[in-house]
C-alpha cells in the first residue's frame, strides 16, 4: 500500500521560511517522479514544484525564485525548501507521486498559513 505522509506545515510570518517533507513507502521511490502541489482556499490545486527521478526540476511562476524541491532517494523523501513566504502562499500542500503507466498517489496534505 502506498503512503505519502506530509510534515513541516504551519503558521508562518510573512517573509519567514519553512520546509516541508514528504515521506514515501510501499512504492520504488526512485523510479517516481514526485511534486508538491497546493490548494489555497476556495481555489483549485495548482502545481507548485515537481522533480523527475533524474532529478530534473520545475517550478511554477509564482515560486520560481522562492522555492527548491529536493529528494533523497536513500530516504524516500522528497522535500520543499519555502523562502520569503507571502499571504497567498497560504494553502494546504500535498505530495504527489507519479510514473507513466501507473496510478498517481496523493498524500493528505499539509496546511500552511502565512500571516502576522
Given at each position: 500500500?502506498?503512503?505519502?505522509?506530509?510534515?513541516?506545515g504551519?503558521?508562518v510570518?510573512?517573509?519567514?521560511?519553512?520546509?516541508?517533507?514528504?515521506?514515501?513507502?510501499?512504492?520504488?521511490?526512485?523510479?517516481?517522479?514526485?511534486?508538491?502541489?497546493?490548494?489555497?482556499?476556495?481555489?483549485?490545486r495548482?502545481?507548485?514544484?515537481?522533480?523527475?527521478?533524474?532529478?530534473?526540476?520545475?517550478?511554477?511562476?509564482?515560486?520560481?525564485?522562492?522555492?527548491?524541491?529536493?529528494?533523497?532517494?536513500?530516504?524516500?523523501?522528497?522535500?520543499?525548501?519555502?523562502?520569503?513566504?507571502?499571504?497567498?502562499?497560504?494553502?494546504?500542500?500535498?505530495?504527489?507521486?507519479?510514473?507513466?503507466?501507473?496510478?498517481?498517489?496523493?498524500?493528505?496534505?499539509?496546511?500552511?498559513?502565512?500571516?502576522?
Amino acid at each position: 500500500q502506498v503512503q505519502l505522509v506530509e510534515s513541516g506545515g504551519g503558521l508562518v510570518q510573512p517573509g519567514g521560511s519553512l520546509r516541508l517533507s514528504c515521506a514515501a513507502s510501499g512504492l520504488t521511490f526512485n523510479a517516481y517522479a514526485m511534486g508538491w502541489y497546493r490548494q489555497p482556499p476556495g481555489k483549485a490545486r495548482e502545481l507548485v514544484a515537481a522533480i523527475t527521478s533524474n532529478f530534473m526540476t520545475r517550478y511554477a511562476e509564482s515560486v520560481r525564485d522562492r522555492a527548491t524541491i529536493s529528494r533523497d532517494n536513500a530516504k524516500n523523501t522528497v522535500y520543499l525548501q519555502m523562502n520569503n513566504l507571502k499571504p497567498e502562499d497560504t494553502a494546504v500542500y500535498y505530495c504527489n507521486a507519479n510514473r507513466i503507466l501507473a496510478p498517481s498517489h496523493w498524500g493528505q496534505g499539509t496546511q500552511v498559513t502565512v500571516s502576522s
